[in-house]
Structure formats: C-alpha cells, structure tokens
C-alpha cells in the first residue's frame, strides 16, 4: 500500500502530477520482477534475471548510501522505477571526471500502457527537481542508451546539454548534464497551493516561480478569503523561491490590499524551516508587528499538521 509520498511534483507544461516513493521490496518487488522482464525495459536494463537474483541485486542496491531507489507515480498509477545517485560514489566517477554537485539518474517506464506518453520528460524533470531542492545538487546528470530515443527530448526539450558519447562496460551512452540554474530556466516552476483541505491550505514555493506563477498563486489565494472561514496556512520552500520585482509588487500589493481579511481569518502560517536565520526572523518583533497572523517556525510538515490541527481545534472550542 503506498501512502505519503516522498516526493511530489507538478509539471507546469504538461499539467500532470509525479509522486514519488521509496522502494519497499515487500511491496514493489514483484513488480519490479515482472517490467525487468519486459522486452522494452530488459533490452537497456539487462536485468531480467531469475528470482533470486534480481532480489539480490535489489537489496545490494537499496543497501548502498549514495543512492536512492524510487517507485514512480503519475496521476495516481504507478508506472516506473528511478534511481538517483550522487555520481562522485558512483562507478560513473570511473569513466568521466565529476564534480562534487553532480548527481545522476536512472529510470524505466514498466507499465507497457503508460510508453510513448511523455511520460519521461515529467520524470526527469520532477527527479531533476527533487536532486536540486533536497539534495542540493548543482548539476543532475543522464548516461542513457544511445538508442533510448525517448530521451533525446532532454536536449531539445528541457535543456540539457549533450556532452557526448561515453562508453561503459553494458552501452555506449549519452552523457546529458544540465546546471542547477540552466534547469529552473528551461523548467519554470509552479507554485503549489492545495485549498482541498480547507481549513488547512498547503503552500509549496519551488526555485525561481515565473511572474506567471505568482500570478496564478496570487488568484489562489483569492479562493481562500471567499470561503470566509478560519484556516491555517502550512509553507515549504526551496532554496532559492526569491520572487522577481514584479512578481514581488504583486504581491505586496496583494497583501496590502487583503489585510483586514487575513487578519481576520488566517490563523496561523507555519513555515516549515530548520534554518536558524528564518527562524530568528519568523520570531522576531518586527515579524509580529508586521504580519496581520502568527509566523510559526516547524521542523517538519508532519509536525505542521499536527500543530495546525491543534489551532484549528482550539479555534472551535473557542467558538462553540
């Protein structure tokens, strides 16, 4: 049973929704078993080993520290496998000269029925995303096929550059390598913000949001107020959300404009930081001052909930 993902993002092109989630081999290995022995996926992975053996190389894998192994979701059906792995670890250090930033993918699409959909441009980009917020990569790397034509979208439609062929002991690949700056550039984010749980609202700010995006936040947030009831905001961040000037203006103005209604019905924001500096600056004076609702510093987004179910609740007994 798969329950809180890892990982999720949100293709701004194509719309469409990536969760990821850490391999069990409990629950995942038989599907593993059966797409290894798939014809499209045994011709490049030639892991379509007996029982045993594939087990084996599953639990080698998940036993190494410098990788992580991921079963992909996408719209609610589980269609594939990922690797991610920090390269400098990585046999790849034996055959190209690495940086300390780099990281790599590996990733299949097993269900027969979800190939030849685009599918992969959505997978690099929400693995490429995760490396750069959460591993704090600089630089993600691809080494497939030369013939997995699948992947040739990575140059031409995501920006990575070619860096050539490389040849390993299994294929001749194609090494593809884009920057951590180089990817947000191609890749404009989306900023997440789930009213489906009213009275708690989700907020994910990604690295470099368009003015595109703010905008549509911006309009989100309209939503909120019209339901003129108490909620909680919960915010996670990347590392680098900064918003442009005129996207920053927007929503100055915004806020200027809504903070009667804000300080009537938002409760609380709790931003989800271990940063030291953010939290001195959400506990400060001049943050208390300034903001129509309390600025919360949390360690977790489990412990987010937590406390947001906690506001709300004592929001009710208040009110009965």
């Not at 049973?1 to 990536?18: E, G, I, P, T, V």
Request: proline share 4%.
């Amino acid at each position: 049973m798969f329950k809180q993902a890892h990982y999720s993002y949100s293709c701004r092109q194509s719309k469409n929704h990536l969760r990821i989630y850490h391999v069990d081999l409990d629950r995942d290995f038989e599907k593993l078993f059966t797409w290894m022995h798939q014809p499209h996926v045994a011709k490049f992975w030639q892991l379509n080993l007996s029982h045993n053996e594939l087990l084996a190389h599953f639990k080698s894998a998940l036993a190494m520290s410098h990788q992580e192994l991921f079963m992909l979701e996408i719209n609610q059906q589980i269609i594939g496998y990922a690797e991610t792995y920090h390269a400098p670890e990585d046999r790849l250090a034996q055959f190209y000269q690495l940086q300390v930033g780099d990281f790599g993918i590996h990733l299949l699409i097993g269900e027969k029925n979800a190939t030849g959909k685009g599918h992969s441009s959505l997978i690099v980009r929400g693995l490429s995303d995760y490396l750069f917020t959460q591993q704090m990569a600089e630089r993600v790397l691809l080494e497939p096929n030369k013939e997995v034509a699948a992947l040739n979208m990575l140059e031409r439609k995501l920006g990575f550059s070619n860096l050539g062929y490389l040849k390993l002991p299994e294929k001749m690949a194609t090494l593809y390598a884009i920057t951590h700056q180089d990817f947000y550039r191609h890749n404009p984010s989306e900023i997440i913000c789930d009213i489906s749980s009213v009275p708690i609202v989700r907020l994910h700010f990604p690295s470099f949001p368009s003015d595109d995006a703010v905008n549509c936040w911006i309009r989100k947030l309209d939503n909120i107020l019209l339901h003129h009831e108490p909620y909680v905001a919960i915010s996670t961040f990347d590392r680098e959300y900064q918003f442009s000037q005129t996207a920053r203006k927007v929503e100055m103005a915004w806020f200027k404009q809504h903070k009667p209604l804000l300080a009537k019905y938002c409760r609380a924001m709790l931003r989800v930081t271990t940063d030291t500096e953010m939290i001195a600056k959400l506990n400060s004076s001049a943050m208390k001052k300034g903001m129509p609702f309390r600025c919360i510093p949390v360690s977790s987004q489990e412990l987010a909930m937590r406390q947001a179910k906690l506001i709300l609740n004592k929001e009710r007994r208040t009110n009965a």
